[in-house]
C-alpha cells in the first residue's frame, strides 16, 4: 500500500529545497552587498583623505599668482565642486549600507521560510515513518492470522440425511 500522504510529502520536500536555494540566492546578495557597502566606504575615506589635501593644492596654486576675481571664483567653485562630490560619495555609501541592511533583512526572512519548510517537511516525514511502521505491523499481524487459519482444521458443517 502506498502512503498516503506522498504527494503531500513530495511538495514539501520541493518547497524546501526552493526556500534552501532562496536562502542561497540572498546570502550571496548580502555578501555582494556587503563588499559593495566596503567598497563604497573605502572610497569615502580615500575622498576625504584627498579632498583636503586638493583643496591645499588650489589654494596654494592661488597664492602663486596674482589673484584676480575670476580666479576667485573658479577657487571657490572648485571647493564647492569638491564637497558636492564628498557628498554624493558619502550618500552612495550610507546607500550601499541601506541596502546591506535589507539584504541582511531579506535574508532571515528566507532563513525563516526555509526553517518553517523544513520543520513542514520532517513533520511529514515523521508521519510517515510511523506510518510505514504501523503498515508493516498490520500486514504481520494479517500475515500471522492467515497463518494460523490455514493451521487450524476446518469444520465441515453437518448435513441431516
Not at 510529502?9 to 555578501?31: F, I, P, Q, Y
Not at 567653485?77 to 531579506?106: F, P, V
Amino acid at each position: 500500500m502506498e502512503y498516503i500522504l506522498a504527494d503531500v510529502l513530495t511538495v514539501r520536500e520541493r518547497r524546501e529545497t526552493m526556500r534552501l536555494n532562496e536562502l542561497a540566492k540572498s546570502k550571496e546578495t548580502v555578501r555582494q552587498a556587503q563588499a559593495q557597502r566596503n567598497r563604497k566606504a573605502e572610497a569615502l575615506r580615500e575622498y576625504q583623505a584627498w579632498r583636503p589635501r586638493q583643496e591645499q593644492h588650489l589654494f596654494d596654486r592661488l597664492k602663486t599668482q596674482s589673484a584676480s576675481v575670476r580666479d576667485l571664483i573658479h577657487y571657490t567653485h572648485e571647493l564647492r565642486k569638491l564637497r558636492k562630490d564628498q557628498a554624493a560619495i558619502a550618500q552612495a555609501a550610507d546607500q550601499a549600507s541601506h541596502r546591506l541592511a535589507s539584504a541582511r533583512s531579506d535574508m532571515e526572512t528566507a532563513r525563516r521560510h526555509y526553517f518553517q519548510a523544513h520543520r513542514k517537511k520532517v513533520k511529514i516525514a515523521e508521519h510517515k515513518d510511523i506510518w510505514t511502521e504501523q503498515e508493516q505491523r498490520r500486514r504481520q499481524r494479517q500475515a500471522d492470522n492467515e497463518m494460523e487459519e490455514m493451521g487450524k482444521p476446518r469444520r465441515c458443517p453437518v448435513q441431516d440425511l
